[in-house]
């Protein structure tokens, strides 16, 4: 993670606002009695108010051109239907269905990780009950990158009882 901006901007002002009211401090000290300036705590205290007031919208408008850059990392959700092929232990092989996008349509192995959510009629389910010939709608995740995650997979109603046509 990087340093955030912020900070350095923040300690930036604060050395340039100590730095003005040092070179003001010495000037005051310096100067001959014939031509007096103000004391140096008014002009620090202008100096001060400058400095705020330039670096309060200087900071906004720096913490929106960074936050501007996190909008770039999106996640794509999207979902596709499948008939479980087999299931291991850390993988799910399974065949897309003829009604997904041609992408989807294919054979996938998707790699499965400890706490991936398994559902039935929106209770969890263990992955042990799925089985070959299952129907299930599997959700992914996929970042910039292309780095695909399963977010979700639920097994579909119907699926493994004859009556509904489901297959068996």
Do not use: W
Request: hydrophobic share 50%; with cysteine; proline share 7%.
């Amino acid at each position: 993670m990087l340093f955030p901006a912020f900070v350095l901007f923040l300690c930036g002002t604060v050395l340039l606002f100590a730095a003005a009211c040092a070179v003001y401090g010495r000037l005051y000290k310096r100067r001959p009695a014939r031509r007096r300036l103000p004391p140096p705590f008014p002009a620090a205290a202008v100096l001060g108010a400058l400095f705020l007031l330039a670096a309060v919208p200087l900071g906004f408008a720096l913490g929106l051109r960074l936050a501007d850059r996190g909008a770039d990392a999106q996640i794509d959700v999207h979902a596709f239907y499948a008939e479980v092929e087999s299931v291991g232990t850390e993988t799910l092989a399974v065949q897309g269905l003829a009604i997904n996008s041609a992408e989807d349509r294919g054979a996938r192995t998707l790699r499965l990780y400890e706490g991936l959510p398994v559902e039935r009629d929106g209770a969890p389910i263990p992955l042990s009950e799925l089985k070959a010939g299952d129907l299930v709608s599997v959700v992914l995740l996929t970042d910039t990158g292309g780095t695909e995650e399963i977010f979700k997979i639920e097994l579909l109603e119907g699926a493994g009882d004859p009556s509904c046509g489901a297959p068996v």
